[in-house]
């Protein structure tokens, strides 16, 4: 039930690392020059010679023409804003799409002559320019981005966030940071106040806090939201409302618990899929109610013959967990399972 909220915690976290750690992977991997007679070689970079980066060498301008080839139409740039300022498209994403694309040996500076190449290509006047500044400020921003100290443990996550955001600040308006940034900061700081909602509205009858819940995303979210939703996935929405209503539910009968988790998951998932959600069910609790029984049979056993010697032991207890499971490929996994535990505990982890 909790997988979901541990994913999207998670993602307010990960935004934390996600530029340092995929930028010293550029520089170590994807964009050093592994070929002497590499064509690229042969051509000027003005990455580093050209204050507004908006100069491209022809040689870039031509061979871009052939590297980028979408599937179909490339957006248009009133269209990029929409998107982005909606949550539809994240721009950062969409110049890693275009850097997976970059010839094979280019360097990191050569691979973004090409992008601004493809820019100035595909559009025009006011609009590439528009583009090219919020390339040539991302890309100042991801090389300040490595002076950051990320695990630095005199701060809290929200406080390392805080950072990042006010790094972003000196590269960026706050339109701009908003078109490349908006709808990460929210989901980091609808992350970072979840647990403040769930502790505040706790004692809220289940309907009503669910209510408040989809208030307090929209608020969040902003104009964001709509794109939120529609990419959550249905099972996502269902555990959502299953977290929301566990303080109420568990005040019930197990028979009034389980009529009203069959009334959710038939509202998410329609009768068939709620048919086939119960047959799961039943077999891990049936699983599960083994597991028990086998625990507690191998603590009589081990109990009952002390003097067992380590291969008479482990000969036993394989013999009862085949008659518990039912196999010797489940007894033999089960055992896997509790070696690899018990190997984790004695590590510490």
């Known amino acids: 039930m909790k997988t ?10 990960i935004a934390l690392f996600f530029l340092f750690v995929i930028y010293k992977l550029t520089q170590n991997n994807e964009f050093t020059s592994s070929n002497e007679e590499n064509p690229n070689d042969k051509a000027e970079s003005f990455f580093r010679t050209q204050s507004d980066g908006f ?53 990191r500076e050569q691979c973004h002559e090409y992008i601004k190449a ?65 709808l990460e900061e929210a989901t980091a700081e609808f992350s970072f106040s979840r647990k403040n909602f769930l502790e505040e509205t706790k004692n809220i009858k ?23 939703v529609g990419r959550e996935p249905q099972y996502d929405k269902f555990e959502t409302e299953m977290d929301l209503r566990q303080n109420e539910l568990a005040k019930l009968s197990n028979q009034e618990r389980e009529s009203k988790e069959r009334d959710v998951r038939i509202r998410y998932f329609g009768k068939d899929g709620n048919e086939r959600m119960e047959k799961v069910l039943k077999e891990i609790k049936e699983e599960e109610e083994k597991i028990t029984k086998l625990e507690m049979e191998e603590k009589n056993l081990l109990k009952n013959n002390p003097n067992l010697s380590d291969s008479e032991k482990e000969k036993k207890l394989m013999e009862l967990r085949i008659k518990t499971l039912g196999s010797k490929e489940l007894a033999e996994e089960y055992t896997r399972r509790l070696e690899y535990e018990n190997t984790l505990k004695n590590s510490g982890n």
Request: aromatic share 16%; proline share 3%.
């Open 4 to 13: 979901k909220y541990l994913r999207f915690l998670s993602f307010g976290l």
């Open 118 to 182: 493809f820019i100035q290509n595909e559009y025009s006047g006011e609009d590439a320019k528009k583009l090219l500044h919020l390339l040539t400020n991302y890309l100042k921003y991801e090389e300040a981005m490595v002076q950051l100290d990320p695990s630095s443990k005199s701060y809290t996550n929200a406080e390392r966030y805080e950072q990042i955001k006010q790094l972003r600040r000196k590269y960026f308006s706050k339109e701009d940071s908003e078109l490349i940034f908006g």
């Open 206 to 228: 289940a309907d009503d806090r669910i209510r408040l819940y989809e208030d307090f995303r929209k608020k969040t979210f902003g104009n964001y939201y709509n794109a939120v």
């Open 55 to 107: 100069s491209v060498d022809p040689f870039y301008l031509e061979s871009a023409k052939s590297i980028f080839s979408p599937d179909g139409q490339f957006l248009r740039f009133d269209e990029i804003l929409a998107k982005a300022k909606s949550g539809e498209l994240n721009l950062i994403s969409e110049l890693w799409n275009l850097r997976r694309q970059c010839p094979e040996g280019s360097t």
